[in-house]
């Protein structure tokens, strides 16, 4: 397993650029040599990160590697992270940028006691009061991720202001998730950091490092457990949700013992489980999370390895995309039987599709993000009923039970700036919007009530548009750095209708 992720990563390199294929030893060494001398001080010495991201082939997998040669030359702006062109020669920027695709000599550990090693308790709950100490409704507050500078907002879903802001970890992975009461969140960030967020006291209250790359993580249906995904190392951590304190780490391994990622973890309320997704064996997971779990996980056999994946609405079943992408696949978790194959061809984004109710039987809907179409299946039979053509491949569909309408994004393309209301009747557009000419307009979440939503401008210069559900009509703009989610306490605890999971 480990030879073929070198393979791969060193066919990736070849295909990047033909300069990082011939990189000589000798230049391979000058750059672990600028690394210590430049860069250890903020991204650690093992390249982990510290005051700056961890700086792993895995770290930098979402960003091209012209741009990682361009931060390292030029900077980012408003951060710590300044330019290194009038440093360094042009050549010696190359072999760095080279230098942090490739994966350390020695393979990167992060142990059970590096996992309790970083953890640190800010606030002691038991000495914090136990009702909101704000006028809003806790149920209808969302937490917002401002992904341009690393920030959290926690905004007041009715009057549409900001309570609190605090500093993320670099880079929030995955949705936030809450307990069952909807106090605390718990959020994850790309570098394997968890944060424990109490909204009641609007206040920090536990932080640990379970990994150096991580997926997501999700909360058990009683709140007393967390259980984070990562791909580095390839395990699963479950975590004392009270406090984040460790409580196991169960490395992912296949049924014939080979080591695999993690993409995704998920909550399965009525089942009281949690449904676990492996990228590099052909297996999903289920941990029970009832009364005191034993963490052993129930195997089941996949016909594909799991990229993506959502659940009928009972979660019976589970909708899952491949890496074949050629359409999913539909597991019976009760079973543990592939139960049908659904033809989805566009690469479907499963995990952010959304469900209701149409002429008295179940659709799912789908947006495709390598193709500009929404694909919509009924749940019953597994038969796409429609495909409906879009203005260019979306990632994020949302709706709520009160909303006609379930609000898909463009996300790729010159229509970025796009937003198609579907109607869930007729499945057709009823209303495209352009927000904000020109910027790229995502991911929507309704209001505790559906009568309001909020939507991003995703852009530095961004902000947060509230809408009315119904007359379509803006009603207020609040500027944010790339407001990339937002996620609204209720619709979260309740699974409702029409949000993601
Ligand atoms: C003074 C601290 C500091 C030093 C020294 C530093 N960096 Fe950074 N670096 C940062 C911070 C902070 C960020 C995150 C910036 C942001 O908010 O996007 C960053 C971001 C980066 C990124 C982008 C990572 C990502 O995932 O987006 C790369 C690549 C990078 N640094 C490489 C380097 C290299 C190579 C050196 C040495 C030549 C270096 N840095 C030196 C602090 C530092």
Not at 129 to 141: G, R, S, W, Y
Not at 187 to 208: M, P, Q, T, V
């Amino acid at each position: 397993m480990k030879r073929r992720l070198l393979l791969t990563l060193a066919c990736l390199g070849a295909v990047q650029g033909g300069a990082a294929a011939s990189l000589s030893g000798a230049a391979l060494e000058q750059a672990a040599q600028d690394y210590q001398a430049q860069c250890q001080g903020c991204h650690g010495v093992q390249r982990f990160g510290a005051s700056g991201p961890a700086l792993l082939p895995e770290s930098l997998s979402r960003i091209k590697p012209a741009e990682v040669r361009e931060v390292i030359a030029k900077g980012r702006p408003a951060s710590q992270m300044a330019g290194y062109a009038g440093v360094l020669s042009d050549a010696r920027l190359d072999a760095l940028a080279d230098y942090l695709q490739r994966p350390p000599a020695t393979p990167p550990s992060w142990s059970s006691e590096d996992i309790r090693a970083s953890h640190s308790l800010l606030n002691d709950i038991g000495r914090l009061p136990a009702t909101p100490q704000h006028n809003a409704d806790p149920l209808n507050l969302f937490v917002v991720v401002e992904a341009g500078d690393h920030h959290i907002d926690i905004l007041d879903g009715d009057r549409f202001t900001v309570l609190a802001r605090f500093a993320s970890h670099f880079a929030v992975h995955g949705g936030p998730k809450f307990s069952p009461d909807g106090r605390f969140v718990y959020i994850a960030s790309r570098d394997g950091w968890i944060s424990l967020y109490d909204l009641y006291n609007l206040k920090l209250i536990a932080e640990i490092r379970a990994g150096l790359n991580t997926r997501n993580l999700a909360v058990s249906k009683d709140g007393r457990w967390v259980l984070v995904g990562n791909y580095l190392p390839g395990n699963l951590i479950v975590l004392d949700a009270r406090d984040l304190s460790l409580v196991r780490n169960i490395p992912a391994l296949g049924q014939d013992g080979s080591p695999s990622r993690v993409s995704a973890v998920y909550t399965a309320p009525p089942r009281d489980s949690f449904i676990v997704a492996l990228k590099d064996v052909k297996e999903v997971w289920e941990l029970s999370s009832r009364d005191t779990p034993d963490w052993q996980p129930r195997r089941i056999h996949a016909e594909d390895y799991l990229d993506d994946f959502s659940f009928s609405p009972d979660y019976h079943q589970l909708l899952a995309t491949s890496r074949k992408a050629e359409g999913g696949q539909v597991i019976d978790l009760d079973s543990g039987r592939a139960v049908s194959e659904i033809a989805l061809p566009g690469m479907p984004h499963l995990g952010s599709g959304t469900y209701w109710q149409r002429n008295g039987r179940w659709v799912f809907a789908t947006p495709n993000i390598s193709k500009g179409l929404i694909s919509v299946i009924d749940l019953e039979t597994w038969k796409l009923i429609k495909e409906i053509p879009t203005l260019g491949p979306g990632f994020f569909m949302r709706s709520h039970i009160n909303s006609p309408y379930a609000w898909s994004d463009v996300f790729f393309g010159p229509d970025n700036d796009a937003i198609q209301l579907i109607d869930k009747q007729t499945l057709e557009i009823a209303h495209t919007l352009r927000p904000m000419p020109g910027k790229t307009a995502a991911h929507v979440e309704f209001t505790h009530d559906g009568r309001y939503l909020l939507l991003s401008i995703w852009a530095s210069d961004g902000a947060l548009i509230v809408y009315d559900s119904h007359s379509l009509k803006e009603i207020k703009r609040i500027p944010m750095n790339k407001p990339s989610g937002k996620y609204n306490v209720g619709n979260k605890i309740e699974f409702a209708e029409g949000t993601s999971h």
